[in-house]
């Protein structure tokens, strides 16, 4: 049902890809609630949900609730914790923000999500140049996964530069090259135009992304879906930055790498150069 849903995202109407991303993207919701509520959420009328069913092939919107409602019946996927009250909260905040953000980064061992990361995987170790892509929010994950890279000795250009020079770092890239870019909702425009360019100079876009149709995704040659929720006001990264570390596990892999000769490589240098605090003997 999700790859027939991708599958036709771009040919279905502005309100229609609305209704479909919040399928996409809510799928315990679709089981759970009703054709009213859903629309509610997504922002869209209820007809607007019942044309969806009918434009994938199904009679009515019940009948993709039932199909939801059986995968959901079936499916290893840990619930999401309920909220919970403990004095003045606190405690309480704790645990539902903790054990979201632990459902959503064990998600990513499923099979489908691995066959995502490993995918994506070949792309950016069978690559010439590679470059890390992640503005406003998502600039940690991008960052991060260049420094963990540096620890094998593969250098990765992170397209963050000062005063607006970021881009100029892609002058030169083409076939063979990849870039890993990193997006959440609300999108950072400078991130989505950066990608494009990429795309136009033949460069292969790997998307760590929140959704199967989000712009990136649709640019992206392989993309990766983490859940961003925390049960609290802010979207989260976590669940991004342990997909760039599992991504980087496996380019090493991948590389036939020697880790233990380059890690201690790198750490005999960066002992010669004392970045490192030492306690006094």
């Known amino acids: 049902m999700a790859d027939i849903l991708v599958e036709r995202f771009e040919r279905m109407s502005p309100r229609l890809q609305v209704a479909a991303r919040f399928v996409l993207d809510h799928p315990q919701d679709v089981a759970l609630m009703s054709m009213r509520e859903q629309a509610h959420l997504a922002g869209v009328s209820h007809t607007t ?9 199904l009679d009515g919107y019940e009948d993709m609730r039932s199909l939801y409602t059986k995968a959901l019946r079936t499916s290893a996927d840990p619930m999401l914790p309920e909220r919970r009250e403990d004095g003045d909260g606190s405690c309480s905040t704790v645990r539902i923000v903790a054990d979201t953000l632990t459902a959503h980064i064990a998600k990513l061992g499923e099979d489908g999500n691995a066959m995502q990361l490993m995918a994506a995987a ?3 170790a069978e690559s010439r140049n590679l470059f890390s892509l992640g503005l406003r929010a998502e600039h940690p994950v991008a960052q991060h996964f260049a420094h963990t890279l540096s620890w094998l000795g593969r250098q990765v250009v992170v397209l963050d530069a000062a005063a607006g020079f970021g881009i100029d770092a892609l002058r030169g890239g083409g076939k063979g090259d990849a870039v890993l870019a990193v997006g959440i909702e609300p999108y950072c425009r400078a991130t989505i135009e950066t990608a494009r360019q990429a795309v136009r100079q033949g460069i292969a876009v790997v998307a760590v992304t929140d959704s199967r149709v989000s712009p990136l995704a649709r640019l992206a040659k392989e993309s990766v879906s983490v859940t961003t929720s925390s049960q609290s006001f802010f979207k989260s990264i976590a669940p991004a930055l342990v997909a760039s570390e599992i991504l980087a596990a496996l380019i090493a892999v ?3 790498i020697d880790v233990d ?9 960066l002992a010669e150069l004392d970045v490192f605090w030492k306690p006094r003997r």
């Not at 949900?49 to 092939?57: K, N």
């Open 49 to 57: 949900m019942m044309r969806l069913a009918r434009l994938i092939g």
């Open 122 to 124: 070949s792309v950016l």
């Open 254 to 256: 991948k590389s036939g």
């Open 261 to 269: 000769e380059a890690t201690k490589n790198i750490e005999r240098q």
